[in-house]
């Protein structure tokens, strides 16, 4: 018997899957290499009464992935907004929260930096808005709450979109994912039920109902953010400040490094692009020419 249904976690190769009628049930993929990834709309062929088997995976509206030269980690399928979760401790990196900007924008996702922690230190507060600042100037939306407090303000951007929270491990997206699903914890045992696992940390995304409408998916904390799927132009219209520059440098396939009339260097001079952005954008390009070479070598 077939039947269509949505992937809410995976572990290695098996998948929880949620149907149509709200049954939970557990499935392995028919193919040997498996590209499911949570949030996908499958079809399964049904081999009991609480397991299948995923023959096709349903076209879908987005894929936010990481990549190396080497592999690629599929993290959420079918994301209309992906939420870059920071916190005002422990330190959080500025390069990785561009990089998952980046992987947002080359999927045409809308992206919500949300800072965490609010109610610490003043000191600490002030201390992260600072680090955000060039982010917050480039246009990017970020909005600052305290798990352990007032969520509303999220709660009200996360309606009717399927959410995506991702960054750093202890950055508290998995807090902040209690406090707007309250029964969150409770789902996260059902979930390891059904794929028969004791493991209730993330360390795979997970997706969950939202009261109120839509869904969010949590997702493991990340310590590196490979972007070598995409496109050197991918790359460079993930910085929104210099999107107007794109095509202004005197040549055509500049690398914002020598050459000479580099209007990316020339914004970065004249303080338009913030030091720290420019160098992220640097190191991104040198690594995507690093994984163009190996591919054109294997």
């Known amino acids: 018997?077939?039947?269509?249904?949505?992937?809410?976690?995976?572990?290695?190769?098996?998948?929880?899957?949620r149907l149509e009628d709200g049954t939970e049930v557990l499935c392995v993929p028919r193919a040997k290499k498996s590209e499911v990834a949570c949030g996908d709309r499958v079809k399964l062929a049904m081999t009991s009464t609480n397991q299948g088997v995923i023959e096709k995976i349903s076209e879908r509206a987005s894929l936010f992935y990481r990549a190396d030269q080497w592999k690629e980690k599929l993290i959420a399928a079918n994301v209309s907004l992906v939420v870059v979760v920071v916190a005002t401790e422990p330190n959080f990196s500025?390069?990785?929260?561009?990089?998952?900007?980046?992987?947002?924008?080359?999927?045409?996702?809308?992206?919500?930096i949300v800072l965490n922690k609010c109610d610490l230190a003043p000191e600490l507060v002030a201390y992260a808005r600072e680090q955000l600042a060039p982010f917050a100037a480039a246009g990017h939306d970020v909005l600052e709450l305290s798990a352990k407090g007032d969520v509303e303000p999220l709660r009200t951007r996360l309606a009717g979109h399927v959410s995506l929270f991702v960054g750093q491990s202890g950055m508290g997206k998995?807090?902040?994912?209690n406090a707007l699903i309250p029964d969150a914890e409770a789902r996260t045992r059902e979930i390891s039920e059904v794929l028969n696992s004791g493991k209730h940390t993330t360390t795979h995304a997970r997706l969950y109902p939202l009261p109120g409408g839509g869904?969010?998916?949590?997702?493991?904390g990340l310590q590196s953010f490979g972007l070598a799927h995409l496109s050197k132009n991918e790359i460079e219209c993930g910085f929104l400040e210099i999107r107007p520059l794109?095509?202004?440098?005197?040549?055509?396939?500049c690398q914002h490094l020598?050459?000479?009339?580099?209007?990316?260097?020339?914004?970065?001079?004249?303080?338009?692009?913030?030091?720290?952005?420019?160098?992220?954008?640097?190191?991104?390009?040198?690594?995507?020419?690093?994984?163009?070479?190996?591919?054109?070598?294997?």
């Open 174 to 177: 998995s807090t902040l994912t």
């Open 258 to 298: 020598k050459e000479p009339d580099c209007a990316i260097r020339a914004a970065r001079d004249a303080g338009a692009f913030d030091p720290r952005r420019y160098a992220t954008l640097l190191q991104v390009l040198d690594e995507h020419e690093v994984a163009r070479k190996h591919r054109l070598e294997h």
């Open 215 to 220: 869904e969010l998916i949590d997702s493991p």
């Open 246 to 253: 794109l095509g202004k440098c005197r040549f055509r396939d």
């Open 1 to 17: 018997m077939s039947t269509t249904g949505t992937v809410i976690a995976a572990f290695g190769r098996q998948y929880a899957v």
């Open 94 to 112: 500025d390069e990785l929260i561009t990089r998952c900007l980046i992987a947002a924008d080359a999927q045409d996702i809308p992206a919500l």
